[in-house]
């Protein structure tokens, strides 16, 4: 059986020579069979109101695509949650092969901090000015093909949590859009896994924010991204680069 180790980073806080408080990288190594690890793929519809976030999930779609192929050629399992789409997939292969699955209710959420977020997005976070928010997207970009005989398509965290059971998944991964949004807060991502103990780690080059730079904290959007994910890594879950998966 394939097994992949995996570079698990987060922050911790510590004291320097002086006394004085810093964030530290951590760097935790996990070897893990390939057939144990599932990866969730969040919300990476076929359009986006936002002009700016379509630019940016255009240039991740071939990397992630790549990456999906080689976790499902190596026996993980693939889950695909594009919110809000389910009534596409109705028919779909993937979606009946998650509602065939035994239901299993998850424990009891764990107590967990939630500090708030090192980015203002109280304006939607969208850096192309003049886009207005709207339910644009119909189902998955079709960059990202959903094998119908392996894969699972989902955007409710019990049937995540079924699938985790059923497959006997050990560790997840979630990649996707939004890192201040969807990836930290739907019913199937960061969040609630953690809540529900559930091992979590996000790819941390395969994500966005919806950040604009002309709000709090006035810094450059590929800056604002870079502060989500040292928040997750400080308060949430470890991430992993794509390379690792990739072979690179």
């Given amino acids: 059986m394939n097994q992949l180790t995996l570079d698990l980073r987060t922050l911790y806080l510590a004291n320097d020579d002086q006394g004085r408080n810093i964030w530290l990288i951590r760097h935790t190594p996990q070897t893990v069979d390939c057939e144990r690890v599932g990866l969730i793929i969040c919300d990476v519809w076929d359009h986006h109101w936002c002009r700016g976030a379509e630019i940016r999930l255009a240039e991740m779609l071939p990397r992630m695509q790549a990456l999906i192929c080689a976790l499902r050629d190596h026996g993980g399992t693939i889950i695909h949650a594009p919110s809000d789409t389910m009534a596409h997939y109705a028919d779909h292969p993937a979606r009946r092969r998650v509602l065939a699955l035994p239901t299993v209710e998850p424990p009891p959420d764990l107590a967990h901090d939630d500090p708030p977020l090192p980015v203002d997005a109280s304006d939607e976070g969208c850096d192309t000015p003049g886009d207005e928010t709207a339910y644009v997207w119909i189902q998955q970009h079709p960059d990202i093909a959903i ?12 049937e995540v ?8 998944i050990e560790q997840l991964l979630i990649m996707g859009v939004h890192t201040n949004m969807c990836v930290l807060h739907r019913s199937f991502a960061i969040k609630q896994m953690v809540r529900w103990g559930q091992p979590i780690a996000l790819v941390r080059d395969l994500t966005d924010t919806m950040y604009n730079p002309a709000r709090a904290p006035y810094v450059s959007h590929s800056t604002g991204t870079r502060l989500v994910v040292q928040y997750i890594e400080a308060h949430w879950c470890p991430t992993i680069h794509s390379r690792q998966i990739l072979g690179e």
């Fill in 147 to 158: 094998d119908p005989q392996r894969d699972f398509v989902t955007d409710v965290g019990r």
């Fill in 161 to 168: 949590y079924n699938i985790v059971q059923a497959r006997q």
